[in-house]
């Protein structure tokens, strides 16, 4: 999952920021993305009014003399980002006002570039405010949420809003043609453009006024819907006290849930599903299937109201923009288009996949035979039962052969000779003692391409789920001055018992490369404008460049050379990796059926008009009413309930869940090349693949990008067989 944060991008970007398309903040969830537009009530910001010895030893505010340019993470207290965020917001507003009221013509240089420039102290400020409230926060930091967001989406809507500088922008887009400017310009001119344009800049007085204010409370619903998912998240917790409870956990999983004489279970999402897949307590795994189902659900903390307001706003903005639907507002330069071409898409793969569950769910009630009636809460734990009576494969077998830094210096490998680039460990300072950082270099010149710094670890004070995120996105206008990103990425690993070693399950090594693939994607960026630069392009374009390294995670020749045995150093198994290759599509009809499910929820939610939208009263019966249509069995959950489906109702992923799966047509495309070419380090397409995806950023449409590396357009069967479903030979990407 990325977090783009385009307040970096100066006000050009800002101006983009409506719905689907907008990054303020990283989103609560475990896959890639962005938020939603943090937009709420309008706020008069005077710089007189915040006290000038304050803001003059703010470090928030400072130009920061350390290693990388890397924030001074020790020096910042709460009390600093408030006063920070207001100056910062008043210097944009000046930067705007002498870009709209420049007495010369506009032109590319002092309208365009102005924008792109404008807002980096701002950019500054929130970069560092949302990265923290993700890692490492706290009950004033969550207060300083609601605080902080809707001073920014004031000035959001300024700009966006803004008819003297549309005016100008309009006019160097109709110039274009005649100026002379390379094809970055260019592009810099026409996302621009539109940016406004989808903001509602040629609207009328009235609809932007309607407009400015569904911003505002849907910046407020979503920073509710994520503090509640947050809270309800780290509110459910188990207790165990006798060990005869936890029969079937390994050692080093209990020894890591240990404290004290109790074991402490909680529903963060590593501790649940390898709870669930090796916990003999079928109890105990009831408890933990409703206490993970049932987050946000009810109560203080209940999401489904939330839920419903949203749907029903993002549609009343969709309506007022002459849209019949968010989704077909979101879509649009996506590369599916429309949302009919989503649902299409999803039902094909849907169909193998919910009757390859439905085999599933027959094959685990046999195992289980008259004992008693398979539920969804025994899904995790009989599938392995299965996998191992079918493979002779345990998960717990191979945990050793990945040790995180066997695995880190594996992607590293791959790094280097795919896009021959290095990583050196460099010791700066992080925002938690466990961040480790790593200088990224041209193998050949020595050219320092950005700062890569990881955070692996669970703790209470830090979101659930897997993201990249940066510091500081790259910029370069003028060839003297370049700025290199400052790259995240987080995972949510058990932290081990004592000194042991960090042992992960081969899912967990997916996901490392996944957003490693994501990281490299903001750090190899080669856009010299913060608009379109590093991880950018539609929702659906924007996983690919994470998902494809996954194939290299999993290849035999790969594995050979980084899955060494944490204890011995010895190199996996060729029977291992064998049991591996085999059992890779074990359980690929649930895994298909939880993922669309979500996905067609989305849509569900999504596709509505303004009309349909406020007729729902009940978020659940809604959900239950969507799934039952599409035939979804009792036994397995969509991968989100509504409640805590925070990729799309506190990021930005509205209509744009399916992403994942569509970007997977082109992963599995992608690396097929590769395996067509006899050599997964083939020179010439990992060429191709550095310079059209990690590289260009938004530089040209993403099927265009696509087919520059790949020579052609992507197909669907690639996808269907990998997952072990039949083909036709007839579908289309």
Not at 4 to 23: E, H, I, Q
Not at 126 to 141: H, R
Request: net charge negative; charged share 25%; glycine share 6%.
């Amino acid at each position: 999952m990325t977090a783009k944060n385009y307040l970096l991008g100066g006000a050009a970007a800002l101006a983009l920021t409506l719905a689907g398309c907008d990054v303020v903040r990283a989103p609560s969830s475990d896959a890639p993305a962005e938020a939603d537009t943090v937009v709420t009530e309008s706020t008069d910001v005077e710089t007189a009014a915040v006290d000038a010895e304050a803001l003059a030893n703010n470090p928030l505010l400072q130009d920061w003399d350390t290693q990388y340019g890397v924030p001074p993470f020790a020096e910042i207290a709460d009390e600093d980002y408030l006063p920070a965020v207001d100056f910062a917001i008043a210097e944009l507003q000046g930067e705007i006002e002498a870009i709209a009221n420049n007495e010369e013509a506009p032109t590319f240089e002092n309208t365009i570039v102005a924008l792109d420039k404008a807002g980096g102290m701002l950019g500054q400020v929130a970069l560092v405010f949302s990265n923290i409230t993700n890692t490492d926060t706290n009950d004033t930091l969550a207060d300083l949420e609601t605080q902080i967001w809707p001073k920014v989406t004031a000035v959001q809507n300024e700009i966006n809003f803004n008819a003297a500088l549309f005016e100008r922008v309009k006019a160097v887009r109709d110039a274009a043609p005649t100026l002379d400017l390379d094809e970055q310009d260019l592009r810099l001119i026409e996302l621009t453009y539109r940016g406004f344009e989808r903001a509602g800049a040629t609207q009328s007085p009235e609809v932007k006024e309607k407009v400015a204010a569904i911003n505002e409370e849907i910046s407020s619903l979503t920073t509710q819907f994520a503090q509640n998912l947050l809270a309800s998240t780290k509110a459910f917790k188990l207790e165990i006290t006798d060990e005869a409870e936890l029969v079937g956990l390994s050692e080093d999983f209990k020894a890591a849930l240990k404290d004290g004489d109790t074991w402490t279970l909680t529903v963060d999402r590593s501790v649940y599903e390898t709870f669930m897949t090796q916990s003999e307590n079928r109890d105990l795994r009831a408890q933990m299937f409703d206490g993970y189902r049932l987050r946000a659900n009810g109560g203080e903390f209940d999401n489904g109201p939330i839920a419903i307001k949203l749907a029903q706003l993002r549609a009343e903005r969709a309506e007022l923009l002459g849209y019949p639907s968010h989704a077909a507002y979101t879509l649009e330069y996506n590369m599916a288009r429309t949302p009919e071409t989503v649902e299409n898409f999803l039902v094909r793969v849907w169909e193998p996949g919910l009757a390859q569950a439905k085999s599933e769910r027959e094959e685990m009630q046999a195992m289980i035979g008259d004992e008693f009636t398979f539920a969804g809460h025994d899904w995790w734990h009989y599938s392995e039962k299965v996998r191992q009576d079918k493979y002779a494969f345990d998960d717990n077998v191979l945990k050793p052969y990945f040790e995180l830094s066997a695995v880190r210096e594996g992607a590293w490998t791959m790094a280097e000779r795919l896009f021959n680039v290095t990583l050196e460990d460099v010791d700066v300072e992080g925002w938690n003692p466990v961040v480790t950082a790593y200088d990224v270099k041209d193998a050949d010149t020595g050219e320092h391409l950005g700062l890569f710094m990881m955070d692996m670890y669970a703790r209470d004070s830090k979101r659930g789920g897997a993201w990249m995120s940066s510091y500081r996105n790259s910029t370069n206008y003028d060839d003297a001055d370049e700025v290199r990103p400052i790259i995240t990425n987080n995972l949510n690993l058990i932290t081990p018992a004592g000194d042991g070693p960090t042992l992960m399950r081969f899912d967990e090594v997916e996901t490392f490369f996944h957003e490693f693939g994501h990281g490299l994607h903001g750090l190899l960026t080669q856009i010299k404008y913060s608009n379109f630069s590093g991880v950018d392009g539609p929702r659906d374009y924007t996983e690919f460049p994470a998902q494809i390294l996954e194939h290299w995670a999993g290849a035999p020749e790969m594995l050979a050379e980084y899955a060494l045995h944490n204890e011995t150093g010895e190199a996996i198994p060729l029977e291992l990796i064998e049991k591996m290759r085999e059992a890779s599509n074990h359980n690929q009809g649930f895994r298909t059926t939880e993922f669309i499910a979500a996905s067609l929820l989305d849509l569900a939610w999504h596709n509505l008009s303004h009309e349909e939208a406020m007729a729902i009263t009940d978020a659940r019966a809604f959900e239950q009413e969507v799934l039952a249509g599409y035939g979804l069995i009792e036994e397995i959950e969509p991968r989100y309930r509504s409640q805590y489906f925070s990729h799309i109702f506190a990021g930005g992923y509205s209509s744009g869940y399916y992403a994942y799966l569509w970007s997977e047509i082109l992963d599995a495309d992608g690396f097929t090349a590769f395996r067509e070419a006899g050599d997964i380090w083939d020179p010439e397409l990992a060429a191709r693949l550095k310079k059209w995806v990690y590289e260009s950023g938004g530089l040209r449409p993403a099927d265009e990008l696509y087919r520059n590396f790949r020579g052609s357009d992507p197909t669907i069967e690639p996808l269907l067989r990998i997952r072990g479903f039949e083909t036709d030979e007839e579908g289309e990407g």
